[in-house]
């Protein structure tokens, strides 16, 4: 069965096609893997000539014009914010400059306090299809959606080109078109946060998406303690009760934005979750496993 | 921390991605023929110690890729060895791991030709752990009459693997492939169609994150694909026959042979019976992980000392499908059709040798039903 394995995003990604020709899903899996790279180049905050490069150099100054696909990401994160009580918040990343995960040090104290002071999405300014960011040094990523956005881009645009049977896996966050040709569901084995070799336990799924957050995407530790690359933007601090959320939902994007918000409402994400009426499997901070299946 | 209140917080996570522009199924550009479906799938699944029950409702919309049901077939990549086994995992999903350098790029170019096609496409990409680079050309060519299609590709790639676990250090991997095909209309009432893959690779080829997978570095794939559609002008009927040969140096041999008949009858009502028959010897390394995924490789008794694999696509089995549609057109616009299928998996159905004993029997039944709406 023909599958493509590509690098994007910072991933190793994957489109896997069944019940084509090898030539078919050649051409179907080029078009998936343009329009991640579209995504990529368009919204990447590396690079100097994206979008929210270019909204971030404006920040204290001008007001920057988007266009539609951008606005729709900001409403998007609009509704994030407001669904999460403001703890999914993509102004949060400038808390990234206070923690460095390759020095092993926790950082300063005052440091942190002050790039709390940049975070805030209520604060960003919009105007018809203007958008400011008020204050000099503030910044916002799509890096909390931007892998579920295009893997579901990418998976339904092979499905309105005639895919029937595949998946689009990028970095671990998967959007199923379809099931096998013969019917049979695809087995998404669930990477175990603490072995990287070993997994922590499998579903089968035919459509539908499947997203994974976990703290051991980056960390360090520092006196035996875990701390990870998941920030609360209140308290700039990272959290620590779930290893990993692991979230099944009809779309990528909505799958990793719920799993995100679990992790990063803490013990509070088993009732959150049940109350979502999603599946999820969550590993705690003990090895312990929570699940619902639907 | 605060307690925020999110009594609706899923549901409106969901209709704000709804909102997003092309996430949900749909057809983007409008088609000369397209048609949507609603269908309702019933799933079972069966296995020792693992019983699975879907159903699932679903709406399609269908772009068909090219009026006709024919296109030219080959291939620029490898052909994967299909044949998985539900207990093992296809895919990982996991937090992704970031690095902060990176470069990835490709390229394509499509010319168009009134009898042809010429397609160069070139990519590459680097991370700390890996470089990828590849490059291949594709054509194809028509006879005047069109009766005619030749298509042939070249490709290569060069890979550059340092797995973060220091499994290896500076490993690489090279990989040419060459493809042909034809496509003939045979008589008005016959097209043939044959394609050839080869593709020849050295290098690196375990997968480092696995335990115990050591596979030879040299590794020779062919595959040829013959097709056959065949219209019975008396009965009405239209016959696909095909079947497929996939050999490799690492052993592995793998038959398909697939037909299904097209019988329209009175009244807008046409029958699909179907059989596919698939085969696979395992690779010489191949072994059983069994229903310990911590079992410890018996090189020996693999057959080829110092090579090991558990991935279960180089495993040994046999599986049949049968199938069986019925269809009736409502009208010019409207179509039902009820689907039943039938797929059997086991070690033990391995044609012209034996299987891998480890592979639990598997067996899957798949009821659909269809509605719908052509335009």
């Known amino acids: ?294 | 921390m605060t307690h925020p209140k999110h009594p609706t917080g899923a549901q409106a996570i969901l209709a704000a991605a709804l909102l997003l522009p092309g996430v949900a199924v749909q057809a983007e550009n409008a088609p000369e023929h397209a048609s949507m479906s609603v269908r309702y799938l019933d799933y079972r699944q069966s296995q020792p110690g693992l019983d699975l029950k879907v159903h699932a409702p679903a709406l399609e919309v269908e772009v068909p890729l090219a009026a006709g049901a024919w296109s030219v077939a080959g291939t620029l990549t490898a052909d994967d060895v299909s044949g998985a086994s539900p207990r093992y995992h296809t895919a990982v999903s996991g937090a992704s791991h970031m690095h902060d350098e990176r470069k990835a790029g490709t390229l394509a170019a499509t010319r168009y030709f009134e009898r042809a096609s010429v397609s160069v496409s070139a990519a590459y990409s680097t991370e700390h752990d890996y470089i990828s680079r590849a490059l291949g050309v594709t054509g194809s060519l028509s006879s005047p009459d069109n009766n005619t299609t030749w298509s042939f590709g070249v490709g290569g790639s060069d890979d550059r693997i340092d797995p973060v676990n220091h499994i290896v250090v500076g490993e690489t991997r090279q990989s040419v492939n060459v493809m042909a095909g034809i496509t003939q209309v045979l008589t008005p009432r016959d097209i043939g169609q044959l394609t050839l893959t080869a593709t020849h690779g050295h290098g690196y080829f375990s997968d480092p994150y696995k335990l115990f997978d050591t596979r030879p570095r040299e590794r020779n794939q062919y595959t040829l694909l013959a097709r056959w559609n065949h219209h019975h002008e008396a009965l009405g009927g239209t016959s696909r026959v095909s079947y497929r040969y996939y050999g490799d140096s690492f052993g592995v041999r793998a038959h398909t042979f697939g037909g299904e008949y097209v019988q329209p009858l009175a009244s807008g009502w046409s029958v699909t019976p179907s059989a596919r028959i698939y085969t696979q010897r395992a690779a010489r390394f191949y072994f059983d992980p069994g229903a310990d995924p911590d079992a410890f490789p018996d090189a020996v008794s693999s057959g080829a000392p110092g090579y090991a694999s558990p991935d279960q696509r180089l495993s040994g089995f046999g599986a049949v499908t049968l199938g069986l549609k019925v269809a009736r057109q409502l009208g010019p616009d409207w179509l039902v059709d009820l689907k039943v299928e039938h797929y059997r998996q086991r070690g033990s159905w391995r044609l012209f040798g034996d299987g891998s004993p480890g592979l639990a029997p598997l067996s899957a039944s798949i009821v659909q039903l269809g509605l719908t709406r052509q335009w």
């Open chain 1, 1 to 294: 069965m023909p599958a493509f394995a590509f690098r994007a995003m910072a991933s190793s990604c994957e489109v896997r096609l069944d019940g084509l020709d090898a030539h078919q899903a050649a051409q179907l899996a080029q078009l998936a893997i343009a329009e991640v790279r579209r995504i990529e180049q368009k919204y990447s905050r590396y690079r100097s000539d994206s979008v929210v490069a270019r909204i971030n150099a404006q920040a204290g100054a001008e007001a920057v014009e988007c266009d539609a696909e951008t606005l729709s990401l900001l409403d998007y994160a609009h509704a994030l914010h407001q669904a999460s009580g403001g703890l999914f918040d993509i102004t949060s990343g400038v808390l990234r400059r206070a923690w460095d995960f390759g020095a092993g040090r926790l950082p300063d104290a005052r440091r942190l306090d002050e790039l709390r002071r940049l975070v805030g999405w209520e604060r960003v300014e919009r105007l018809g299809a203007h958008v400011r960011l008020p204050q000099v040094d503030m910044e916002i990523d799509f890096g909390g959606f931007g892998k579920e956005y295009a893997a579901d881009r990418a998976a339904a645009l092979l499905a309105a080109q005639g895919a029937r049977h595949g998946y689009v896996n990028l970095g671990g966050d998967l959007r199923i078109i379809g099931p096998r040709a013969d019917g049979r569901a695809w087995t998404i084995g669930i990477q175990d946060p603490r072995r990287p070799d070993r997994l922590a336990a499998g579903i089968d799924i035919g459509s539908g998406a499947l997203a994974t957050s976990g703290d051991y995407e980056r960390f360090m530790e520092v006196d035996g303690k875990r701390y990870c690359h998941i920030l609360d933007p209140k308290s700039g601090m990272p959290v620590s009760h779930w290893q990993s959320v692991s979230v099944l939902g009809p779309l990528a994007v909505a799958a990793g934005s719920c799993s995100t918000i679990a992790m990063l409402l803490q013990e509070d994400a088993i009732a959150y979750l049940d109350q979502a009426g999603v599946a999820y499997l969550a590993i705690d901070c003990t090895g312990q496993m929570y699940r619902r299946d639907l």
